[in-house]
């Protein structure tokens, strides 16, 4: 099935430090979410973009949609030791209502 | 207001052996939807169904049924288990497509 290009497949980092990661579509979407999963949970949606171009933040994450339509950016500053998990990107293209998940990008945060 | 929940946690089942895993939302939404998430691997989407009634292949549907014989509950099948059907369950729900899934725990479930 597809899948979304999601890079760095793993991060480990110092805490205080800034954290970037993206995802890129061989397909266009319109929609594109970030959610993260903390071991054991479900995800938990952070961001959505609905418009291509669009900068969106929520506290210390910026999420921004590409102009292409094709990938889509995560950043988290200063990082803090809760941030660890699984931050994984999503597309849905159109009237399908379907998801398309990127296969994650592993962050940990050390003390 | 629970959100989505999922019934069992955790399941081990013998190659073969059929179960249910049950998704249940109390939101009210019409979309609701199966995923699968394996190692080092996204989500991948199982079956959904966009109201009672009705239900739809995903990516991934081989060796799943579901039914949506309520609005709140969705159910996914396995008739004969496989090893490679070992995974994490997730059901998701949402409104409209437009909006926010919701997702549940997680099944985790382990055929030997």
């Known amino acids: 099935g597809q899948q979304l290009n999601q890079s760095p497949q793993s991060m480990f980092i110092q805490e205080g430090e800034d954290v970037s990661m993206n995802c890129t579509s061989s397909s266009i979407f319109n929609t594109w979410l970030w959610y993260k999963q903390d071991p054991g949970e479900g995800p938990v949606l952070l961001i959505a973009l609905y418009k291509a171009g669009e900068l969106t933040s929520n506290g210390r994450l910026t999420a921004q949609f590409g102009i292409t339509r094709k990938d889509s950016f995560l950043n988290i500053s200063a990082s803090i030791p809760s941030d660890v998990g699984i931050y994984f990107c999503a597309g849905q293209a159109g009237a399908t209502n379907k998801l398309i998940f990127g296969t994650g990008t592993l962050l940990a945060v050390q003390p | 207001n629970a959100g989505v929940t999922q019934t069992p946690k955790f399941r081990v089942l013998k190659t073969g052996q059929s179960m249910t895993l049950l998704c249940a939302q109390d939101m009210n939404h019409e979309y609701m939807y199966w995923y699968r998430q394996d190692p080092g691997m996204g989500l991948r989407l199982i079956h959904y169904?966009?109201?009672?009634?009705?239900?739809a292949k995903g990516e991934v549907p081989d060796g799943y049924n579901v039914s949506r014989l309520k609005k709140q509950n969705f159910l996914l099948g396995l008739e004969s288990a496989a090893p490679s059907q070992t995974s994490v369950y997730f059901c998701?729900?949402?409104?409209?497509?437009?909006?926010?899934?919701?997702f549940g725990p997680g099944t985790r479930l382990l055929v030997l």
């Open positions: 169904s966009v109201g009672e009634g009705t239900t």
């Open positions: 998701a729900s949402r409104t409209r497509p437009q909006e926010t899934q919701y």
